[in-house]
Antibody, heavy 118, light 107 residues
């Protein structure tokens, strides 16, 4: 059974760096074809894809945010970490991590709400 | 970047109705399109992948179709549990984009 869970701060100040961790089970990020992505959703708004890391350490980023994002994996801990630099109140959102299957995300974490405020 | 445009943004319908949601891509994405259902406060749920393939466990009243730049999600007979927000998502050139969502409301 595949499960994912996001963790990280609930409140971050503007200009700080946000670090989120996705801890997963039921699959391995060393298996060919596997990927884990991050998606966010501001309150009342649409989903926005942020980044994805593949089993072979290939990384993809949203063009609009790529200068602020870094995605890494720790296969020994079954974790994927997303860092976002220089956060702003517009980055307030629920952040989800998800398991990639083919071109879609078939398993999602419950999400974690991050508020950016001074 | 590939943009996804969903229509309508809001749809009012009744139990038993047949409804269709459309998603258009700004350039061809072949069949690299997925549909999700999201209920308030919950994570999205994958319904359809590769434009027309039903995810395991999803009721057969959900049907996806299309290729290239135009895609549709049809629910053949609305059930009370179907009132939610629906998103399309494309995968092209190793990048992903979601549509802006369609909120399906009870009439």
């Amino acid at each position: 059974q595949i499960t994912l869970k996001e963790s990280g701060p609930t409140l971050v100040k503007p200009t700080q760096t946000l670090t989120l961790t996705c801890t997963f089970s039921g699959f391995s990020l060393t298996t060919s074809g596997v990927g884990v992505g991050w998606i966010r959703q501001p309150p009342g708004k649409a989903l926005e894809w942020l980044a994805l890391i593949y089993w072979d350490d290939d990384k993809r980023y949203s063009p609009s945010l790529k200068n602020r994002l870094t995605i890494t994996k720790d296969t020994s801990k079954n974790q994927v970490v997303l860092t976002m630099t220089n956060v702003d109140p517009v980055d307030t959102a629920t952040y989800f991590c998800a398991h990639r299957s083919g071109e879609a995300f078939d398993y999602w974490g419950q999400g974690t709400l991050v508020t950016v405020s001074s | 970047d590939i943009q996804m445009t969903q229509s309508p943004s809001t749809l009012s319908a009744s139990v038993g109705d047949r409804v269709t949601i459309t998603c258009r891509a700004s350039q061809s994405i072949s069949s690299w399109l997925a549909w999700y259902q999201q209920k308030a406060g919950k994570a999205p749920k994958l319904l359809i992948y590769k434009a027309s393939n039903l995810e395991s466990g999803v009721p057969s009243r959900f049907r996806g179709s299309g290729s290239g730049t135009e895609f549709t999600l049809t629910i053949s007979s609305l059930q009370p549990d179907d009132f939610a927000t629906y998103y399309c998502q494309q995968y092209g050139s190793y990048l992903y984009t979601f549509g802006q969502g369609t909120k399906l409301e009870i009439k």
